[in-house]
């Protein structure tokens, strides 16, 4: 069932718009940030890393999710 979903999906964001696809994304960052800290306290537990190192893997994928969404209005918009 998963992997059919995962298909589904796939033909959903082709089809999708740009600004559809950005506030997806940008909901995505916000939900990761929404649980930095715990997850952080997961990534340090399970991999032994710094706890302040942690934190950044999150903040650096945050801004991963909010950069993509800002490409995708931008870089993905009608060429004339």
């Known amino acids: 069932a998963r992997l059919s979903d995962a298909v ?3 033909f959903q964001w082709r089809e999708s ?5 950005a506030k997806l994304l940008r909901r995505c960052a916000r ?6 800290h715990p997850l952080a306290r997961w990534i ?3 991999m032994g890393k ?3 190192q942690s934190l950044a893997e ?5 801004l991963c999710f909010e950069t ?3 490409l995708a209005t ?4 009608p060429q004339r």
């Open 68 to 70: 993509y969404a800002d």
């Open 74 to 77: 931008k870089a993905l918009r």
């Open 8 to 10: 589904g999906a796939r």
């Open 44 to 46: 340090t537990d399970e």
């Open 31 to 36: 939900q990761l940030a929404a649980v930095k």
């Open 50 to 52: 710094p706890i302040l």
């Open 58 to 62: 999150i903040d650096k994928s945050v």
């Open 17 to 21: 718009t740009p600004a559809s696809r």
